[in-house]
């Protein structure tokens, strides 16, 4: 290991690793700060490759590592991670990332390469690695008071699977506000899957499960695909009976992709995975806004596109605290050409969905979609709803022409509404009998509306709440 401990006994600061190909197995490159003083950088320039991995049964800290750190009563700001390579890969759990433990802010990630590929989980027992495992990463984390830091990635080219991915994040009891998340590849984007040792999906995310607000994601690329899990996501997290946890709120999402955006299905060990784009809250904390802009975007077979507040998913959440919630974000999806949901997840039978949903008293979001041709098919929905107490969101969609057709398990639709849910998922979820938030208002606006075969717009009310307006404007329907 190289390990720089003391930036004020060292003048010059900081640790400089210069190479063609670099290869850290089972290794790590490390600087702290201890006391009130500034870290020192790290900083790996890579002409040619650089390799993280290793497996150590062994294993306290993340398989190979590059990590800046402030200790735990440290005051002063922690030192940058700068990283440049032209093929970088990280695997075995290996992670480059800046972290906070104490009072002083965590430094910033910067990460550029020409290919970058995360992939892979190891087992390990440590406080770093609270659920067990620890997947390859690039991220800033926040343990206590201090600030995580900034990430920035930049490539042509980005691989995230097996649970490989770049975020930020805030621990629970953290007060520090999480890190913000900047990724700008050039050419392709593809998370997918998940790995089975920690079953958490390959992507990019920005969560906290503490005090502090989680840190904002912003994309840039040309194409993106999110296949068996693999997602982009904000999250507000409460964990039952951890104090502290819930209460940040989640950041927003941007996400700009110059040709297309292709979401499928879900991880087929854990279906309840789905590929896709979204922020929640399962805390008093409110859920992020999204917005998308992409000429095409695809969503198939269980993917999702949405912002939802609700007492559980998962391992996290309280079902007992469906009457603290807090808001649902607002989605905006901006579709130059063509936007097309079709299927269901095969698993779960859930369907392909866009939209916004409150299971408890915060409200749910709005949903403003414009697009040239939006087709809706084979059980997919795009659809403002609420099972409980809060409201339900407004839906506005704005297109040229609309085609919904056909059914699976459920017919296709676009809809606003306030449901009763069946007794498995009031129980689950904590549900009253009947919803009593209003139904949001439905706004279509094109210039031909195409409904058949079983598919339907509508917006209903089955609980006591308002039914909303349904407002359709069509030169042809």
Do not use: C
Not at 199 to 209: L, V
């Amino acid at each position: 290991s190289l390990w720089n401990p003391n930036p004020i006994g060292n003048p010059n600061g900081g640790i400089q690793v210069v190479g063609r190909d670099i290869t850290l197995n089972q290794s790590q490159i490390a600087g702290a700060t201890t006391g009130s003083g500034q870290g020192g950088n790290i900083t790996v320039n890579a002409a040619r490759s650089l390799s993280l991995g290793g497996v150590n049964a062994n294993a306290q800290a993340p398989s190979a590592w590059i990590v800046n750190q402030v200790a735990q009563k440290a005051t002063g700001n922690g030192g940058a991670v700068n990283i440049q390579a032209g093929q970088l890969t990280l695997q075995d759990g290996a992670a480059i990332e800046t972290l906070s433990l104490g009072a002083g802010a965590a430094g910033k990630v910067e990460v550029g390469a020409d290919t970058i590929t995360a992939s892979g989980t190891v087992p390990l027992k440590s406080p770093l690695a609270p659920f067990g495992s620890s997947s390859s990463r690039i991220a800033s984390e926040t343990y206590a008071s201090g600030a995580g830091g900034n990430v920035t990635v930049v490539a042509r080219q980005l691989t995230l699977k097996e649970s490989g991915g770049i975020f930020t994040n805030v621990f629970p009891g953290a007060t520090g506000r999480g890190g913000n998340v900047f990724v700008n590849v050039a050419e392709d984007i593809t998370a997918i899957g998940a790995h089975p040792l920690s079953f958490t999906p390959s992507g990019i995310g920005a969560y906290t499960i503490g005090v502090g607000n989680g840190g904002n994601i912003d994309v840039s690329t040309g194409t993106s695909h999110f296949l068996e899990g693999g997602d982009i996501f904000t999250a507000s997290i409460r964990i039952a009976g951890i104090p502290g946890t819930g209460v940040g709120n989640a950041g927003d999402i941007t996400v700009v992709a110059r040709q297309a955006i292709d979401m499928v299905g879900a991880y087929p060990i854990s279906p309840t995975l789905i590929s896709g784009i979204g922020s929640f809250t399962t805390g008093s904390g409110n859920a992020g806004n999204i917005s998308v802009t992409t000429p095409k975007l695809t969503l198939q077979a269980g993917a999702a596109l949405a912002a939802s507040t609700l007492p559980i998913t998962g391992i996290f959440g309280d079902v007992k605290q469906s009457n603290n919630l807090g808001n649902g974000g607002n989605l905006t999806v901006n579709v130059a050409d063509r936007l097309t949901l079709t299927g269901i997840n095969q698993f779960t039978k859930a369907p392909t969905n866009l939209g916004s949903t409150t299971l408890g008293n915060g409200a749910a979001g709005d949903v403003t979609i414009k697009t040239n041709h939006l087709v809706v098919q084979d059980g997919a929905s795009i659809s403002t709803s609420s099972q409980a107490t809060g409201n339900a969101g407004a839906l506005t969609i704005q297109a040229n022409d609309i085609l919904i057709e056909g059914k699976n398990i459920l017919p296709s639709a676009i809809s606003a509404s306030a449901l009763i849910a069946n007794e498995t998922a009031r129980k689950f979820y904590g549900l009253p009998g009947a919803p009593t938030g209003n139904a949001g208002r439905l706004s279509i606006t094109t210039n031909s509306l195409t409904v058949r075969d079983n598919a339907y717009v509508n917006l209903t009310n089955s609980g006591t709440g308002n039914a909303g307006q349904l407002s359709i404007q069509a030169d042809q329907v």
